[in-house]
């Protein structure tokens, strides 16, 4: 588990393998903060699918999460079933 600059830090590391989809648990994380991490992933990484967790709360900023890169936004807890519907989904 990293922190938003950690993860774009670790992406950015020329020994990083350039990865195929990316999940993102933004719990914890205030909605203006998970914005602008998703902003500065997708701007790095137009290309990589991202599959959003996040609080029930945050849920019904969804749309907000989708305008913002993410490719589907699940509300924890999830099933692994559905994440990796959901993953499965963003790697087409």
């Known amino acids: ?3 938003p600059p950690q993860v774009l830090a670790q992406l950015q590391s020329p020994q990083t393998e350039a990865p195929e ?3 993102a648990d933004i719990s914890g994380q205030s909605l203006s903060g998970a914005l602008s991490f998703l902003h500065a992933v997708q701007f790095a990484f137009p290309d990589l699918p991202i599959v959003t967790l996040t609080t029930l ?3 019904e900023q969804s749309d907000a999460l989708l305008c ?3 490719m ?3 509300p924890k807890p999830v099933s692994r079933a559905r994440l ?3 993953v499965m989904n963003a790697l087409r």
């Open 1 to 3: 588990v990293y922190a």
């Open 21 to 23: 989809a990316m999940i």
């Open 72 to 74: 589907d936004v699940l």
């Open 84 to 86: 990796r519907i959901s």
């Open 57 to 59: 709360e945050q849920a």
């Open 68 to 70: 913002s890169g993410s």
